[in-house]
């Protein structure tokens, strides 16, 4: 029988703590349709995407180390756990006070820029389907931070400095 390393290990609680993250942020922005019905396709369109990326995770066979897995670099497992926490409290808030639809996108950009920040991998330059799911996440995360920008500009909210 083959022993699993402690590096397969740590890999998967990774892997499983960003499909996690994905989850808690698809079900923050789920609340803010609740809250904010008139502009419930924006914040749907965010949390379906958000629930994509956990898909993607959860479909990816990233805890190979061998071939081209072996180039991956996963981030650091402490900035996927300081970044879940933050869903945590956000989620704590919303069940505490009540939210303007400007303090909404206030947390969605932090959210969107903290997640951005937390999910560091480094990917070897490859056309493999999971390497390539894994750029998709990073992008799409950083398009979600340029479309919170636009939304709020819409909003005739004005983006801080």
């Given at each position: 029988?083959?022993?699993?390393?402690?590096?397969?290990?740590?890999?998967?609680?990774?892997?499983?703590?960003?499909?996690?993250?994905?989850?808690?942020?698809?079900?923050?922005?789920?609340?803010?349709?609740?809250?904010f019905?008139?502009?419930?396709?924006?914040?749907?369109?965010?949390?379906?995407?958000?629930?994509?990326?956990?898909?993607?995770?959860?479909?990816?066979?990233?805890?190979?180390?061998?071939?081209?897995?072996?180039?991956?670099?996963?981030?650091?497992?402490?900035?996927?756990?300081?970044?879940?926490?933050?869903?945590?409290?956000?989620?704590?808030?919303?069940?505490?006070?009540?939210?303007?639809?400007?303090?909404?996108?206030?947390?969605?950009?932090?959210?969107e820029?903290?997640?951005?920040?937390?999910?560091?991998?480094?990917?070897?330059?490859?056309?493999?389907?999971?390497?390539?799911?894994?750029?998709?996440?990073?992008?799409?995360?950083?398009?979600?931070?340029?479309?919170?920008?636009?939304?709020?500009?819409?909003k005739?909210?004005?983006?801080?400095?």
């Amino acid at each position: 029988m083959e022993q699993i390393s402690p590096e397969f290990v740590a890999r998967q609680k990774i892997l499983l703590d960003c499909v996690d993250l994905e989850i808690a942020v698809s079900l923050i922005y789920r609340e803010f349709t609740r809250l904010f019905p008139a502009d419930s396709d924006f914040w749907m369109q965010l949390s379906l995407e958000e629930e994509d990326h956990a898909r993607m995770y959860l479909a990816a066979d990233l805890l190979q180390v061998t071939g081209e897995y072996a180039g991956i670099r996963f981030p650091p497992a402490a900035y996927v756990t300081k970044t879940l926490a933050f869903t945590e409290q956000i989620k704590d808030q919303l069940r505490k006070r009540s939210f303007s639809l400007h303090d909404a996108l206030d947390i969605a950009l932090k959210l969107e820029k903290t997640v951005a920040e937390s999910m560091v991998f480094e990917l070897p330059e490859s056309g493999d389907p999971v390497i390539s799911s894994l750029r998709k996440i990073i992008s799409d995360t950083e398009a979600h931070i340029d479309r919170i920008e636009q939304f709020k500009i819409e909003k005739g909210y004005s983006l801080p400095g």
